[in-house]
Protein backbone atom coordinates (compact mmCIF):
# COMPACT_ATOMS: atom_id res chain seq x y z
CA UNK A 1 0.00 0.00 0.00
CA UNK A 2 1.30 3.70 -0.38
CA UNK A 3 1.24 6.11 2.47
CA UNK A 4 1.95 9.68 2.37
CA UNK A 5 4.30 11.53 4.84
CA UNK A 6 3.58 15.28 5.71
CA UNK A 7 5.86 18.14 6.77
CA UNK A 8 4.88 17.89 10.34
CA UNK A 9 6.54 14.35 10.39
CA UNK A 10 3.20 12.49 10.70
CA UNK A 11 1.89 9.58 8.15
CA UNK A 12 -1.75 9.40 7.09
CA UNK A 13 -3.34 6.53 5.08
CA UNK A 14 -6.10 7.89 2.32
CA UNK A 15 -9.32 7.84 2.71
CA UNK A 16 -10.11 5.98 -0.49
CA UNK A 17 -8.42 2.90 0.98
CA UNK A 18 -11.39 2.81 4.02
CA UNK A 19 -14.37 3.07 1.67
CA UNK A 20 -15.07 -0.63 1.57
CA UNK A 21 -14.01 -3.05 4.92
CA UNK A 22 -12.14 -6.01 4.00
CA UNK A 23 -13.32 -7.85 6.72
CA UNK A 24 -17.10 -8.31 6.17
CA UNK A 25 -17.57 -6.36 3.04
CA UNK A 26 -19.04 -3.58 4.27
CA UNK A 27 -19.53 -0.55 1.83
CA UNK A 28 -19.26 2.96 2.78
CA UNK A 29 -22.93 3.80 2.64
CA UNK A 30 -23.92 1.10 4.90
CA UNK A 31 -21.38 1.91 7.44
CA UNK A 32 -22.34 5.57 7.35
CA UNK A 33 -26.33 5.17 7.82
CA UNK A 34 -25.94 2.05 10.42
CA UNK A 35 -23.37 4.29 12.53
CA UNK A 36 -24.99 7.53 13.01
CA UNK A 37 -23.77 9.48 15.90
CA UNK A 38 -23.48 13.15 15.91
CA UNK A 39 -20.10 13.45 17.74
CA UNK A 40 -18.43 11.46 15.05
CA UNK A 41 -17.29 13.74 12.43
CA UNK A 42 -15.76 11.83 10.35
CA UNK A 43 -16.58 9.13 7.87
CA UNK A 44 -13.47 7.57 9.52
CA UNK A 45 -14.41 7.74 13.09
CA UNK A 46 -17.33 5.68 11.73
CA UNK A 47 -14.93 3.35 9.91
CA UNK A 48 -13.28 2.86 13.62
CA UNK A 49 -16.14 2.15 15.78
CA UNK A 50 -17.59 0.16 12.94
CA UNK A 51 -14.16 -1.85 13.50
CA UNK A 52 -14.75 -1.96 17.10
CA UNK A 53 -17.98 -3.71 16.51
CA UNK A 54 -16.44 -6.35 14.72
CA UNK A 55 -13.69 -6.68 17.88
CA UNK A 56 -10.80 -4.89 15.91
CA UNK A 57 -8.41 -2.09 16.28
CA UNK A 58 -7.53 0.49 13.56
CA UNK A 59 -3.62 -0.65 13.85
CA UNK A 60 -4.88 -4.12 13.63
CA UNK A 61 -6.88 -3.58 10.75
CA UNK A 62 -4.23 -1.45 8.60
CA UNK A 63 -1.39 -4.06 9.77
CA UNK A 64 -3.42 -7.29 8.59
CA UNK A 65 -5.40 -6.01 5.49
CA UNK A 66 -3.86 -3.07 4.21
CA UNK A 67 -0.46 -4.28 5.19
CA UNK A 68 1.02 -0.96 6.75
CA UNK A 69 3.75 -1.17 9.13
CA UNK A 70 2.45 0.91 12.46
CA UNK A 71 5.36 2.94 13.72
CA UNK A 72 6.23 2.03 17.55
CA UNK A 73 7.32 4.99 19.94
CA UNK A 74 9.90 5.33 21.17
CA UNK A 75 9.48 6.39 24.46
CA UNK A 76 6.83 3.48 25.27
CA UNK A 77 7.35 0.74 22.49
CA UNK A 78 3.67 0.92 21.85
CA UNK A 79 1.77 1.47 18.58
CA UNK A 80 1.27 5.69 18.05
CA UNK A 81 -2.33 7.19 18.12
CA UNK A 82 -3.66 8.38 15.48
CA UNK A 83 -6.86 10.60 14.23
CA UNK A 84 -9.60 10.39 11.49
CA UNK A 85 -9.77 13.43 9.09
CA UNK A 86 -11.57 13.90 6.20
CA UNK A 87 -8.70 13.48 3.70
CA UNK A 88 -7.27 10.20 5.40
CA UNK A 89 -5.91 8.60 8.64
CA UNK A 90 -3.23 10.46 10.43
CA UNK A 91 -0.98 9.03 12.54
CA UNK A 92 1.27 10.19 15.12
CA UNK A 93 4.79 9.52 15.71
CA UNK A 94 4.32 9.05 19.40
CA UNK A 95 1.98 7.71 21.69
CA UNK A 96 0.95 9.17 25.26
CA UNK A 97 1.72 6.81 28.07
CA UNK A 98 -1.39 7.33 29.35
CA UNK A 99 -3.37 6.54 26.84
CA UNK A 100 -5.05 2.86 27.03
CA UNK A 101 -4.29 0.57 24.72
CA UNK A 102 -7.98 0.49 23.05
CA UNK A 103 -7.96 3.88 22.52
CA UNK A 104 -6.67 5.43 19.52
CA UNK A 105 -6.01 9.42 20.50
CA UNK A 106 -2.94 11.01 19.85
CA UNK A 107 -3.42 14.09 21.18
CA UNK A 108 -2.67 15.10 24.62
CA UNK A 109 -5.75 17.50 25.34
CA UNK A 110 -7.70 14.46 24.17
CA UNK A 111 -6.26 12.37 27.20
CA UNK A 112 -7.42 11.83 30.60
CA UNK A 113 -4.85 12.09 33.01
CA UNK A 114 -5.09 8.48 35.26
CA UNK A 115 -3.87 9.07 38.81
CA UNK A 116 -2.43 6.27 40.74
CA UNK A 117 -3.97 6.41 44.07
CA UNK A 118 -1.00 4.80 45.86
CA UNK A 119 1.47 7.60 44.67
CA UNK A 120 3.57 8.78 47.45
CA UNK A 121 2.52 12.69 48.40
CA UNK A 122 5.32 15.11 47.51
CA UNK A 123 6.68 16.55 50.74
CA UNK A 124 8.25 19.51 51.13
CA UNK A 125 11.13 20.65 53.93
CA UNK A 126 10.30 23.46 56.61
CA UNK A 127 13.12 24.94 54.91
CA UNK A 128 11.93 24.56 51.54
CA UNK A 129 7.98 26.18 52.81
CA UNK A 130 10.11 29.25 53.79
CA UNK A 131 11.32 29.95 51.01
CA UNK A 132 8.53 29.87 49.11
CA UNK A 133 6.85 31.72 51.56
CA UNK A 134 9.83 34.32 51.63
CA UNK A 135 9.87 34.22 47.90
CA UNK A 136 5.84 35.22 47.48
CA UNK A 137 6.36 38.15 50.09
CA UNK A 138 8.95 39.69 48.06
CA UNK A 139 8.12 39.35 44.81
CA UNK A 140 7.22 42.23 43.58
CA UNK A 141 3.76 41.53 41.69
CA UNK A 142 2.37 39.91 44.87
CA UNK A 143 0.91 36.69 43.52
CA UNK A 144 -2.91 36.45 43.50
CA UNK A 145 -2.54 33.42 46.38
CA UNK A 146 -0.27 34.33 48.66
CA UNK A 147 -2.37 37.08 50.08
CA UNK A 148 -5.76 38.67 49.79
CA UNK A 149 -6.47 42.02 48.24
CA UNK A 150 -6.48 45.29 51.21
CA UNK A 151 -9.87 47.08 51.03
CA UNK A 152 -8.17 50.04 49.51
CA UNK A 153 -6.83 47.88 46.75
CA UNK A 154 -10.52 46.64 46.29
CA UNK A 155 -11.59 49.88 45.94
CA UNK A 156 -9.06 51.04 43.49
CA UNK A 157 -10.42 47.70 41.24
CA UNK A 158 -13.94 49.09 41.38
CA UNK A 159 -13.37 52.45 40.62
CA UNK A 160 -11.05 51.21 37.52
CA UNK A 161 -14.45 48.96 36.26
CA UNK A 162 -16.68 51.68 36.61
CA UNK A 163 -14.47 54.05 34.64
CA UNK A 164 -14.24 51.43 32.04
CA UNK A 165 -18.27 51.21 31.96
CA UNK A 166 -18.67 55.07 32.20
CA UNK A 167 -16.14 54.78 29.02
CA UNK A 168 -17.61 52.33 26.59
CA UNK A 169 -14.67 50.39 26.79
CA UNK A 170 -16.80 47.11 27.32
CA UNK A 171 -19.25 47.93 24.63
CA UNK A 172 -22.29 45.57 26.42
CA UNK A 173 -25.45 47.00 26.11
CA UNK A 174 -28.19 44.66 26.41
CA UNK A 175 -31.82 44.73 24.54
CA UNK A 176 -33.43 46.29 27.73
CA UNK A 177 -31.52 49.14 28.29
CA UNK A 178 -32.25 50.29 24.77
CA UNK A 179 -35.68 50.16 25.08
CA UNK A 180 -35.35 52.33 27.93
CA UNK A 181 -33.28 54.55 26.34
CA UNK A 182 -35.82 54.85 23.13
CA UNK A 183 -38.95 55.41 25.41
CA UNK A 184 -36.96 57.59 27.42
CA UNK A 185 -36.12 59.92 24.27
CA UNK A 186 -39.60 60.53 23.12
CA UNK A 187 -40.39 62.22 26.98
CA UNK A 188 -40.26 65.67 27.80
CA UNK A 189 -38.06 65.71 30.98
CA UNK A 190 -37.18 68.84 32.96
CA UNK A 191 -33.13 67.09 33.33
CA UNK A 192 -31.86 64.72 30.85
CA UNK A 193 -30.44 61.08 31.42
CA UNK A 194 -27.15 59.66 30.91
CA UNK A 195 -26.38 56.30 30.31
CA UNK A 196 -23.83 54.49 32.04
CA UNK A 197 -22.95 57.09 34.81
CA UNK A 198 -20.44 56.66 37.64
CA UNK A 199 -21.21 56.69 40.69
CA UNK A 200 -17.80 56.82 42.25
CA UNK A 201 -16.75 53.20 42.55
CA UNK A 202 -20.07 51.70 40.62
CA UNK A 203 -22.19 52.35 37.54
CA UNK A 204 -25.33 52.74 36.68
CA UNK A 205 -27.33 52.06 33.13
CA UNK A 206 -29.60 55.87 33.39
CA UNK A 207 -28.74 58.72 35.64
CA UNK A 208 -30.14 62.16 36.53
CA UNK A 209 -26.75 63.84 38.41
CA UNK A 210 -29.24 67.06 38.77
CA UNK A 211 -31.70 64.91 41.17
CA UNK A 212 -29.56 62.05 41.97
CA UNK A 213 -32.03 59.77 40.18
CA UNK A 214 -30.78 56.52 38.80
CA UNK A 215 -32.99 53.89 36.21
CA UNK A 216 -31.38 50.84 36.65
CA UNK A 217 -32.60 47.69 33.84
CA UNK A 218 -32.66 44.46 35.94
CA UNK A 219 -32.06 41.01 34.23
CA UNK A 220 -34.27 38.29 35.34
CA UNK A 221 -31.45 35.81 36.13
CA UNK A 222 -28.35 37.73 36.96
CA UNK A 223 -30.05 40.04 39.05
CA UNK A 224 -32.67 37.54 40.59
CA UNK A 225 -36.06 38.66 39.99
CA UNK A 226 -37.79 38.26 43.38
CA UNK A 227 -41.07 36.91 41.80
CA UNK A 228 -38.90 34.52 39.75
CA UNK A 229 -36.49 33.34 42.24
CA UNK A 230 -38.57 34.15 45.56
CA UNK A 231 -35.67 32.29 48.10
CA UNK A 232 -32.85 33.83 46.32
CA UNK A 233 -29.63 33.22 44.69
CA UNK A 234 -29.42 29.45 43.65
CA UNK A 235 -26.11 29.02 41.62
CA UNK A 236 -22.55 30.98 42.20
CA UNK A 237 -23.03 34.09 39.71
CA UNK A 238 -26.52 34.87 41.33
CA UNK A 239 -24.76 34.89 44.49
CA UNK A 240 -21.86 36.98 43.84
CA UNK A 241 -24.46 39.59 41.50
CA UNK A 242 -26.54 39.36 44.43
CA UNK A 243 -24.08 40.99 46.80
CA UNK A 244 -22.91 43.15 44.09
CA UNK A 245 -26.16 44.71 44.20
CA UNK A 246 -26.80 44.90 47.88
CA UNK A 247 -23.45 47.08 48.14
CA UNK A 248 -24.23 49.40 45.29
CA UNK A 249 -27.75 50.49 46.92
CA UNK A 250 -25.57 50.72 50.23
CA UNK A 251 -23.26 52.71 48.84
CA UNK A 252 -25.63 54.70 46.27
CA UNK A 253 -28.63 55.06 48.54
CA UNK A 254 -27.73 54.78 52.15
CA UNK A 255 -24.72 56.89 52.04
CA UNK A 256 -24.96 59.07 48.87
CA UNK A 257 -28.60 59.91 48.66
CA UNK A 258 -29.35 58.39 45.24
CA UNK A 259 -32.80 57.48 44.33
CA UNK A 260 -32.80 53.98 42.08
CA UNK A 261 -35.58 52.81 40.45
CA UNK A 262 -35.53 49.54 39.06
CA UNK A 263 -37.07 48.46 36.32
CA UNK A 264 -37.51 44.53 35.35
CA UNK A 265 -36.60 42.50 32.18
CA UNK A 266 -40.12 40.69 32.03
CA UNK A 267 -41.41 44.69 32.39
CA UNK A 268 -39.17 45.85 29.63
CA UNK A 269 -40.09 42.90 27.27
CA UNK A 270 -43.79 43.20 28.16
CA UNK A 271 -43.43 47.38 27.67
CA UNK A 272 -45.31 47.69 30.97
CA UNK A 273 -42.24 49.31 32.08
CA UNK A 274 -43.27 53.00 30.11
CA UNK A 275 -46.09 53.26 32.49
CA UNK A 276 -44.23 52.20 35.59
CA UNK A 277 -42.01 54.51 34.60
CA UNK A 278 -44.22 57.49 33.84
CA UNK A 279 -45.34 57.69 37.75
CA UNK A 280 -41.86 57.39 39.23
CA UNK A 281 -40.47 60.29 36.63
CA UNK A 282 -44.20 62.34 37.47
CA UNK A 283 -43.82 61.40 41.15
CA UNK A 284 -40.06 62.49 41.05
CA UNK A 285 -41.27 65.64 39.43
CA UNK A 286 -38.77 65.01 36.43
CA UNK A 287 -41.95 65.21 33.79
CA UNK A 288 -42.49 68.24 31.95
CA UNK A 289 -46.44 68.59 32.59
CA UNK A 290 -46.52 71.34 30.16
CA UNK A 291 -45.58 69.72 27.10
CA UNK A 292 -47.84 66.68 26.43
CA UNK A 293 -47.40 63.08 27.25
CA UNK A 294 -47.22 60.97 24.10
CA UNK A 295 -49.63 57.88 24.27
CA UNK A 296 -48.46 54.98 25.70
CA UNK A 297 -48.78 52.19 22.74
CA UNK A 298 -48.70 49.11 24.61
CA UNK A 299 -48.65 45.54 22.91
Known amino acids: MTTTKTALSTYFI ?71 KGYGLKISTRRNSRIEDHDGTMFLHKTKKIKNPNAPKRQFSDEHRTKI ?44 EIKVEDFLKTLS ?62 WCVDRMGWVIIELWETEINDCQFKEILLCKLRELNLLNESVSVLPLTLP
Open 14 to 84: PQDLFKVCLVDGATFDSITSNIKDSKERYYLSKFDKHLQNLGLTMQDYCEKYLNFKWPICPKTNQRTGFAP
Open 133 to 176: ALSRKNHPLKARHSQKHTEETKLKMAESTAKGWAAGRFNRRPST
Open 189 to 250: LTSKFTPQFRIDYFTVDFACPEFKIAIECQGTFFHIDPRVYPNGPICAVQRRNFGRDIAKRK
